[in-house]
């Protein structure tokens, strides 16, 4: 079965880390890949991106200095570092992939450019 996995998501005080993964079954994780979060009453936001090549990554305003995203190819996974984590982090985060190749070295933080998903993974920060 071909799918993405996201895991890590969890509960974590205000100022805490978290490193959140997405694992690619059934395919090779050779695509753009986004990562998004979503939380209740809100529409989705577009985090962070990594290209498939040439290192192309982009980041939300709002998560810039805090946020890292990085791609481990001998573990077809992609992972997001979050530091310095606030309650406004709180969502259900995914990651998609560009399985149709629209994205070429490079990547965007539009939801709309990707079209295969994971099912999510829930951060909460609160005290």
């Known amino acids: 079965q071909l799918q993405l996995v996201e895991s890590g998501g969890g509960l974590v005080q205000p100022g805490g880390s978290l490193r959140l993964s997405c694992a690619a079954s059934?395919?090779?994780?050779?695509?753009?890949i986004g990562w998004f979060r979503q939380a209740p009453g809100k529409e989705r936001e577009g985090v962070s991106c990594?290209?498939?090549?040439?290192?192309?990554?982009l980041y939300t305003n709002s998560v810039k200095g805090r946020f890292t995203v990085s791609r481990d190819n001998a573990k077809n996974t992609v992972y997001l570092q979050m530091n310095s984590l606030k309650p406004e982090d709180t969502a259900v985060y995914y990651c998609?992939?560009?399985?149709?190749?629209?994205?070429?070295?490079?990547?965007?933080?539009?939801?709309?450019?990707?079209?295969?998903w994971g099912q999510g993974t829930q951060v909460t920060v609160s005290s």
């Open positions: 990594i290209s498939n090549s040439d290192g192309a990554i």
């Open positions: 059934g395919f090779t994780l050779d695509y753009a």
């Open positions: 998609a992939a560009d399985r149709d190749r629209v994205l070429f070295r490079r990547c965007v933080l539009q939801g709309y450019e990707y079209d295969y």
